[in-house]
């Protein structure tokens, strides 16, 4: 929250205005409204008065116009070059706003007339940071822990900033220092180092059950092949929230691979309920239930991918195999001919069969 400055003790050098004083009464009060009020008729009535000026900022920064709010603290510097309080708020308010390159000049020069003042420090630190200069950044943040070395915020900002700058020991011990090793465990994962991410995000979950590390931990699992791993996960995961889409399809593709058709079939028939407009649920059910020889289920499912407009080369040529092979001539020879029309050489062994095939159901059914 900005600070509310009494202008007398602040500033003390302008007489006050019955407006002003009444502004300021409602503004400590929270009367936010009442105290824009008060502070715009004192500004009318001399707008050279620039502790009015601050405090209509503030007032309007209470109010959320924070554009408003902007524009007169800028307008109280150009009154007043170099109030700290006025450097501070505007800073404070650019960095709201993510106008990081803007507060940092504000930042810096409410830090430099005040060292001590943890939020000036703390705000220009992490502007610093999310302009990618690290660097600097770097000794804003040890200043602020010197300051108070409890500052969890300054200790997880510091740790981002050792990451950035590749120096990940040292952003470990931050991390820990900040209770924030999951997001450190998220770092280890966005580079692939896998050996380090894993044993961190097992370490959270033992600590609490959380479904967002579950799934994390059982993506980590997937990329270093530990399979039923990640399928033990995911089922206590499922057993928690049994209406989770992704899970649901993760664990169907899980068993496909295991060559458990039916169970894999149930689980992404269960997905496509949860997701009816899912093209690629009902595609893996169709495969499935192609797998298993349930050709009725299995067009359906195909005419679902064809009716939310996600059908491929692949999708016609499984619809030809089954048309096929519950000797639909006609039907077959169409969808073959449909699958080589779109397939343009995307699949040439499939293309092979498709022509082989259509070729003898030609003669079929010229006989017919």
Same mark, same amino acid.
């Given at each position: ?21 009444? =502004? ?144 990940? &020991? ?12 999951? &997001? ?10 896998? &050996? ?28 270093? =092949? ?40 149930? $689980? ?15 595609? $893996? ?23 939310? =407009?996600?059908?491929?080369? =692949? ?54």
């Amino acid at each position: 929250m900005l600070m509310v400055t009494s202008a007398a003790l602040a500033f003390g050098l302008l007489a006050q205005s019955e407006a002003e004083l009444a =502004g300021r009464k409602a503004l400590d009060a929270g009367r936010f409204e009442e105290a824009e009020k008060q502070f715009a008729a004192a500004v009318a009535a001399d707008p050279k008065d620039y502790t009015a000026l601050f405090h209509l900022a503030l007032a309007r920064t209470f109010l959320n116009k924070d554009a408003e709010a902007m524009a007169l603290f800028e307008k109280v510097l150009t009154l007043r070059p170099g109030l700290r309080e006025a450097h501070l708020n505007l800073g404070l308010l650019l960095h709201r706003h993510r106008q990081f390159a803007a507060a940092v000049r504000h930042l810096e020069e409410a830090a430099r007339q005040q060292p001590r003042d943890e939020r000036a420090q703390y705000h220009l630190a992490e502007s610093l940071r999310e302009l990618d200069r690290c660097a600097e950044a770097e000794p804003v943040y040890r200043q602020l822990l010197t300051l108070d070395s409890s500052l969890v915020a300054a200790q997880l900002g510091l740790a981002r900033c050792l990451l950035r700058l590749d120096r990940w &020991e040292e952003a470990t011990l931050w991390f820990a220092q900040a209770g924030q090793q999951l &997001e450190l465990a998220q770092a280890y994962e966005e580079r692939r180092q896998w &050996e380090k991410a894993i044993p961190l995000y097992e370490a959270a979950l033992a600590q609490a059950p959380d479904f967002a590390v579950a799934t994390r931990l059982a993506g980590a699992y997937l990329e270093t =092949g530990q399979r039923d791993k990640a399928q033990a996960l995911i089922r206590r995961a499922l057993a928690a929230r049994p209406d989770d889409f992704d899970l649901r399809l993760t664990l169907g593709r899980l068993l496909r691979d295991e060559r458990k058709f039916a169970d894999a079939a149930e $689980e992404f028939a269960r997905a496509a309920q949860l997701q009816p407009e899912s093209a690629a649920a009902w595609s $893996e059910l169709a495969g499935m239930l192609i797998s298993l020889n349930n050709d009725t289920q299995a067009l359906a499912a195909l005419d679902r991918v064809r009716a939310l =407009g996600a059908e491929t080369p =692949g999708h016609l040529f499984f619809r030809a195999v089954v048309l096929d092979r519950n000797r639909q001539v006609k039907a077959a020879l169409a969808a073959y001919q449909a699958f080589l029309a779109a397939s343009r050489g995307q699949y040439p062994e499939e293309e092979f069969k498709a022509r082989q095939r259509a070729r003898i159901l030609e003669r079929e059914a010229a006989k017919r």
